[in-house]
């Protein structure tokens, strides 16, 4: 008998602890690591005949890249100074004399620039063969669909997706991927031996890509200081580096001594002269990275 009381004291006990614990233990969550903040990476990339400087804008993140204009040519630190942006790139193809663009801008659903209204294009007896194909070129385009903001590489006269508004565009060209299209946009014509952009020759260049994901990919070739008169990198190969950077969709921007590329309070440019110094050529618009 005595075993038995024994034994249930012993069971009475067990219960009360087991009973405190359940009671006033801190219950077990499973923790799950943080991920990493979707930010800017800025990298560099050396080049057989230049110097790539970076900028992958992720997918989803807290950055919109949209376009900007000025009335008058102006420095990239100029332009993020006006617009507080984080990065800008050189973007579309302008007029130096005039200063007018030559590339279609629209911001927030208005068609700022029109390349048709720019009389030293237009009135160019050297381009009148070229003009159609001049207002069809490749633009970078930013939809919103739904509440998601969406990026393309399309030609001018395309019509955006079903589903999505047509908010920001800036052109240049040519394509550079899914294929490279020099003859269709106007900057190459193999009968005439007419080459616009010295396509196969190495140059300061400008690019913007857009991965699989979604991801915008700003890209900016630099000449090399010790080689100027024979560094940068022809549109065939820039082409070939997007690839290696993700891009399925790219296009090239305005190049020679318009490229230049600001980030992180320092700005890089793109052409050097005959003795190795960068030529701060100021533009007309560019791309903006900006906290939305």
């Not at 890249?65 to 100074?81: D, H, I, N, R």
């Not at 911001?107 to 009389?119: R, S, T, W």
């Not at 739904?146 to 052109?171: E, K, M």
Request: glycine share 6%.
């Amino acid at each position: 008998m005595r075993k038995i009381k024994l034994l249930a004291l012993v069971l009475i006990s067990l219960a009360m602890v087991l009973w405190f614990n359940l009671r006033f233990s801190t219950p077990s969550i499973p923790t799950v690591a943080s991920l990493p903040p979707k930010t800017i990476r800025y990298f560099e990339r050396t080049l057989p005949q230049g110097i790539a400087h970076i900028l992958l804008i992720p997918a989803n993140s807290k950055f919109l890249v949209t376009p900007a204009l000025s009335q008058k040519v102006t420095t990239v630190e100029e332009f993020a100074q006006k617009h507080q942006a984080v990065a800008i790139l050189n973007a579309g193809f302008f007029d130096p004399v005039n200063q007018k663009s030559t590339s279609y801008v629209i911001i927030h659903g208005k068609l700022v620039a029109d390349p048709k209204e720019n009389e030293r294009l237009v009135n160019n007896p050297n381009l009148k063969p070229y003009l159609s194909q001049i207002f069809n070129r490749a633009e970078f385009r930013r939809y919103l669909c739904g509440q998601t903001n969406r990026y393309s590489i399309a030609l001018h006269s395309q019509s955006p997706p079903a589903g999505c508004q047509f908010v920001d565009a800036i052109g240049a060209g040519p394509s550079l991927l899914p294929k490279l299209t020099l003859a269709k946009e106007g900057f190459v014509d193999n009968t005439s031996k007419r080459d616009a952009l010295g396509s196969n020759q190495p140059n300061a260049r400008t690019a913007v890509g857009i991965t699989r994901d979604g991801s915008v990919v700003l890209v900016m070739v630099a000449q090399k200081p010790s080689a100027p008169a024979h560094s940068g990198i022809s549109l065939p190969a820039l082409t070939d580096f997007m690839k290696t950077l993700g891009a399925d969709q790219a296009m090239n921007l305005d190049g020679g001594s318009s490229s230049s590329l600001y980030y992180n309070s320092k700005t890089f440019y793109g052409k050097v002269d005959l003795e190795g110094n960068p030529i701060k050529r100021p533009v007309k618009s560019v791309l903006l990275v900006q906290e939305n």
